[in-house]
Every structure is written in structure tokens, then in C-alpha cells.
């Protein structure tokens, strides 16, 4: 693969560059220009790099709207310059260039981690085997992500369809082929578990620990249909105590905070108001200051399915991430779809466009347990569950659920998915939840998308549930087979 290759040549270049560049911020701070590592100092400086490489626009943006865009809480209200628009109508292209970047950002944080991971022997000091835990976090959180996109649905043919190269090593083959996504799977697993043994440090969100590794093991757990182990590793997380879920009026205002003030924050992308993009951040897709209308594009609106759910109870307050555009009290329109922005990653600091998306937060594990719950036959604890976050929520009374009352959700399972879609709604997990349960995406709202504008529905088994491989990468290592 010629970005191994590439790799290789300028990946000191590209730390040097990032710290250097970033040398006044925290947390990703630097203290040197020169990047090598020959001292503990040198190593930590290439883990901050490493962590920097997330906030790039390649990775940040790109992760939330490949992930997001194909599902049905968010809606493409009309034509655009982003290729990422192509994820949300299905209509993928090989030369896409969010998931071209995509693959090259995480190739190349890959290649940087294993440069780390492969210079220190377990056990020399714990500060060291604290940094090589991070960066064997870190590696398999990018290749995890990539398999995501990538690879379809683990439950898919039992994880033998092809995922993505695994890179472990900086002399790997440099034209690797794809493995399954069942090896990609028992490689991040590997890594993780040896990562939760080496970190002892209680860092705050925005560096891995050893919770922040139980918390994408339930993850990806939960993703491979075992639930045992999802349930188990949601546990580790909970009974830490290291995390509360966050009042339900700090919750409100949660896109405000920086992520340290967030006590349900287990792992984020830490942008500082130096890592602002700005209107190239995600939160200009979404939002644009109804009052001003100068501060992002605000092209991409909560679909009307999902604001007709959430409004089913009025107090929500996941109502609180939108903000309807009105002039003069009427709702306004772009096309047919209505201006419901998104305010979910705006307004950090009180910087329009600033944020720090999370990437793992307490909720999720609650969601996770319960969903593992009610495939375990245990559907009462499922649904404790359910009411934990919808309490949190603001709701109450018949807005709760009892396993003989689910508003006519018709299973426990249903209740469960339909509040993972509301309570993480924008994070990048819908499109993935409705696939890996077998279900079919079905959008019946005003949008960019079907033959009329309206109607859309993509089947589980459709080849447009994955993205392409990158075409560049394809042209250049023949060892990679295309998706269908």
C-alpha cells in the first residue's frame, strides 16, 4: 500500500509538524520540535501527536458523517460540495475524498502508533507501559473505525466478509491484502485487553484509560453479538464510579462545556479554541445561527421522523440539540425539508462552531447493557435500563416503560434501539445499529433523497451499507479487493 510507504518517509515529519504547530495548546501540547524516540519525554511527545491526529479535519469531520449521514436522523436538505452528501444518498463513488482521507488519516495514526508501541518492552516503567497502552488503544480504535465503514456488519456471514488490512508492525508488508472482519475484530480485542493491563493513570476524557478501553470493549462486544461480554464490560464501566451521567440540565447544555466538565464523558475528540475549523467543522454542516445566519452553511437537519419521535413527549430534553429556523413564527424550509438545525457540536466556549464530539460517553454503556440485556432474555433489566436514560431525560410517568407497556414499540428490542437512535442521535451509531440488528433503513420524510424526495429504504444485505475501498489505494496495492 503506498501510503505504508509514504508513511514511513514522513511520519516523524508529520509529528514534528503537529507538535511544533501545536505547541501551545493543550491538551495536546508539545515541548519539542524534535520528535524522536530515544527518552520517555520523546515518547510522550509522539503520543500527543498521535492523540493531535484526531482532530484533524479528516478524521473528526469525516468519522461523524460517513458514519451519521446514511441514516435517518439526519437529513440532506438539497445539493451540496460535500462527497460525503454521496454517503447519505448511497450513491458511493471508489474516489470519494472524505473516505479517502479517511483511510489515509487512520493508516498513517496506524503506522505512528506502531512506531510507539514497538519501541517499548512491557514492563521498563509504568509511565512507559501507561504510553504504550494509549497507543494500543489508539491503534485499535482506528482500525475499529475503519472496519466500520469499510467491512459489513460483523453478524453478516459470521465476520467472514473482508474488513480491512491490519497493520501491527512498521515492516509490515507494504501491500497488505484485507483481512476479515472477523480478524480485525480479534486484533483491536488484542490490543485492548493488553492496553487495560498496561494503563494504571486515571487521565481525564481526553486521553485513553483503562476505562475508556472497557468502554469500546462493550462497544464492539455488543457489535459481534456477544453479549455476555458487552454486558460485562458495560459493568466495569459503570461500577468504576469514574463517570455519573450528567444532570439532566448540565445535560442541556452539554455542547457548551469543554469535555473535562462533563462527568459522562469517557473518551472525546479534544478540540481546543485553537483547533477550531470553524466553517469547515462538523458543526457548520448542522447549524447556522438562526439570527445572524452567518455562522455555518446549516444544510443538514434533524429529519422530520426523529423530531416527530422526540416531540411524542415535549419535555425531552434531547429536544434541546435542535434548533428550529423560524421568521416571523414560521418554520422555514430549504426545498421541501424543514430547518430543524443541529446544535450538538456548536458553542463550546461560546465558539459557534466549537466542539469536542464524544466518541464514548456513560449513557452509551447503559444503552449497550440494555440492548445485550434483552437479547439474553432479560428484558426487565433491559428496560430499567431504557428508563435510566429517558429519566435523565427529562420524562416521567407513561413517557417510561414497563415490560407490559411499550407504547407500541412491539418488543423490548424495539424500545431499546429506538432510544439508543434518541439518545445518541448525530454520533455516528445509527446506521450501524439498524444493519448489525438485520433491519432495513427506512426514510418516509421531506428530503434529498428516493425517486420523489421523500421515500428511501436500503435493505441490510444492499452493497451501499459499506463504502468503497479508496480507489487511489486500490490502484496502487492490486492486493486489495474492491467492494461489491
Known sequence: MKSNIIFKNIVFALLIFTASCDNELQPYDSKSNEVALATPADIQIATYGNYAMLVTEDYTRNYLTLNEWPGDNVVQSGADGDQASLGASYLHIPAMYPTTNFWAESYKLIYSTNLIINKIADGESDALDQLKGENLYLRAMAHFNL?????????????????????????????????????????????????????????NADFASKEVVDALLSRIYLYMEDNENAILYANKVID??????????????????VPESNPETIFNFRHTLADNKDK????????????????????????????????????????????????????????????????????????????????????????????????????????????????????????????????????????????????????????????????????????????DNFNFRVEPDAPRVVYYIPEREVNINHNLVQNP
Do not use: C
Open 240 to 257: 468504576s464510579k469514574r463517570y455519573q451521567l450528567a444532570t439532566t440540565e448540565m445535560y442541556k447544555e452539554s455542547p457548551k462545556l
Open 280 to 451: 469547515n467543522a462538523v458543526g457548520s454542516l448542522y447549524y447556522n445561527d438562526p439570527e445572524t445566519l452567518s455562522t455555518g452553511w446549516g444544510e443538514y437537519y434533524t429529519s422530520q421522523a426523529l423530531w416527530n419521535l422526540l416531540n411524542e413527549n415535549p419535555q425531552d430534553a434531547r429536544l434541546n440539540f435542535i434548533t428550529p429556523h423560524y421568521i416571523d413564527g414560521k418554520l422555514q424550509y430549504r426545498g421541501t425539508s424543514p430547518q430543524y438545525f443541529i446544535n450538538k457540536f456548536n458553542w463550546q466556549e461560546g465558539t459557534a462552531n466549537l466542539a469536542s464530539p464524544v466518541y464514548l460517553r456513560l449513557a452509551e454503556m447503559y444503552l449497550n447493557r440494555a440492548e445485550a440485556y434483552t437479547k439474553t432474555g432479560k428484558n426487565q433489566l433491559a428496560i430499567d435500563d431504557v428508563n435510566l436514560i429517558r429519566t435523565r431525560a427529562g420524562l416521567s410517568g407513561s413517557a417510561l416503560y414497563t415490560v407490559g407497556a411499550l407504547n407500541g414499540r412491539g418488543s423490548v428490542l424495539n424500545v431499546v434501539l429506538e432510544e439508543r437512535r434518541l439518545e445518541l442521535a448525530y454520533e455516528g451509531h445509527r446506521p450501524g445499529d439498524l444493519y448489525r440488528n438485520n433491519l432495513p433503513l427506512v426514510r418516509a420524510y421531506p428530503g434529498m433523497h428516493g425517486t
Open 147 to 203: 472496519v466500520r465503514l469499510f467491512g459489513r456488519p460483523y453478524p453478516q456471514n459470521k465476520g467472514e466478509n473482508p474488513g480491512v488490512p491490519v497493520v501491527l508492525g512498521i515492516e509490515d508488508d507494504l501491500y497488505p491484502a484485507r483481512n476479515t472482519v472477523k480478524e480485525v475484530y480479534t486484533a483491536v480485542i488484542a490490543d485492548l485487553l493488553k492496553a487495560g493491563t498496561l494503563m494504571k493513570e486515571l487521565k
